[in-house]
């Protein structure tokens, strides 16, 4: 279990640090990395490898996505799959709070942090 702040590319950047300097200061290495990484929200997806599909907003998938389901499965009334090149994206925008809900909860499962919520906000009353 790591700490809070700290995500799993956080714990294998340091730790790569860490064996790269050597054993003697590899603990100093892992510390800084910890220290400087703690607090700090890094994106668990990338906005810029979102995929084309995706509708404009929040939520999206980028191109780290292994097709495994559990976003469709979790939320299908915004995750659908593109059939011809096996992944997943969003086809709707969550629209009320019972699919943000979900698309968060689906966001929260995916095994290679491919659902990034740091999107454009879309004014769905001014649409
Ligand atoms: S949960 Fe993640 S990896 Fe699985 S299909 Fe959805 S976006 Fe892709």
Redesign the pocket.
């Known amino acids: 279990m790591l700490p809070d702040g700290v995500n799993n590319f956080s714990f294998f950047y340091s730790r790569s640090l860490a064996l790269f300097a050597g054993k003697k200061t590899s603990f100093l290495f892992l510390f800084a990395s910890f220290a400087y990484f703690a607090g700090k929200k890094i994106p668990m997806a990338f906005i810029e490898d979102k995929l084309p599909e995706n509708r404009p907003g929040k939520f999206y ?1 980028d191109r ?9 499965d979790t939320a299908p009334a915004n ?1 659908t ?1 593109n059939d011809n090149n096996g ?2 994206y969003l086809y709707k925008q969550p629209e009320n709070g019972q699919e943000i809900a979900l698309c968060e909860e ?1 966001m929260n ?4 942090e ?2 990034g919520d740091d999107g454009v906000e879309v004014n769905f009353q001014a649409a």
Do not use: K, N, T
């Not at 780290?64 to 469709?72: G, K, M, S």
């Not at 499962?109 to 290679?112: L, S």
């Open positions: 998938v780290q996505c292994i097709d495994c389901d559990v976003c469709r995750f799959r992944y997943s689906a499962a995916c095994p290679v491919a659902i």
